[in-house]
């Protein structure tokens, strides 16, 4: 009787093993096996840290998201579709504009492709591949945008559109200076003006944006996002603009 317990408790501890390693080297394929799930459905793009190189992976987590998870290849050469090519990778995950995105980074040397995840209304959402190009076209941080305050409570964002043509969107952010982000969209337009949606194509701000308040700080943030996600090149280098600027 005492042999049976001792075996029972050895299979029990080996399939508790097992479980664990299934859960850090679980690929994407096998998460999703048996799930109801959405493609595209989360909100992420990736940019490479100005100062020390890593992968910054920006996510939008919606309301009620859980269990939000970072996948990512062993390198960039392979099928970015394939699911079965993504393994999760544990990493921290840290709030950016104080939780209202998420942000995971990563020391890589090599280029790779992403997928962010999360479960959200008994499915699980899945956004598309993110192309990392840390090596090949590091992204660049500079605030190179003219800001016109003629309208008053309205600045007006304009920077130079990509002289290439590989830009697919930009994501502007608005926030106060202690890093509160007060509006999130995005425009096919090299222009963006506080708080005139007219030319706003995705929206991610889900309260009406507060008035702003003569003389207070704030900043503005653009990213220029490719139609891999990976925040885009201008003149063979990529960019990501960061601004502030006093309210009149």
């Known amino acids: 009787m005492k042999k049976i317990a001792y075996i029972i408790m050895y299979v029990f501890v080996l399939m508790s093993c097992s479980k664990d390693h299934d859960d850090v080297v679980q690929t994407l394929a096998t998460y999703m096996e048996g799930e109801a799930f959405e493609m595209g459905a989360v909100i992420a793009c990736a940019a490479s840290d100005k100062d020390s190189g890593n992968i910054l992976t920006f996510y939008y987590p919606e309301k009620g998201a859980s269990d939000i998870r970072y996948y990512e290849t062993s390198g960039h050469q392979v099928d970015a579709n394939a699911f079965s090519n993504y393994t999760r990778v544990l990493l921290n995950n840290a709030p950016f504009f104080n939780g209202y995105l998420g942000k995971f980074t990563q020391r890589a040397s090599k280029e790779k492709w992403i997928i962010i995840t999360f479960e959200l209304d008994g499915e699980i959402k899945i956004s598309n591949p993110i192309r990392s190009k840390q090596i090949s076209k590091p992204t660049v941080w500079n605030n190179e945008v003219a800001i016109n305050q003629s309208q008053s409570g309205m600045p007006d964002f304009m920077w130079q559109d990509n002289p290439v043509g590989d830009n697919a969107i930009y994501f502007q952010v608005l926030s106060d200076e202690n890093n509160n982000l007060l509006s999130g969209t995005y425009t096919y337009e090299n222009r963006f003006q506080y708080y ?53």
């Not at 003389?215 to 943030?221: A, P, Q």
């Open 196 to 248: 005139n949606t007219s030319n706003v194509v995705l929206n991610v701000t889900t309260e009406s944006p507060p008035v702003l308040i003569l003389n207070e700080n704030y900043n503005f943030t653009l990213m220029d996002i490719s139609l891999d996600n990976w925040v885009n090149w201008v003149n063979w280098v990529n960019w990501v603009i960061q601004k502030p600027f006093i309210s009149e």
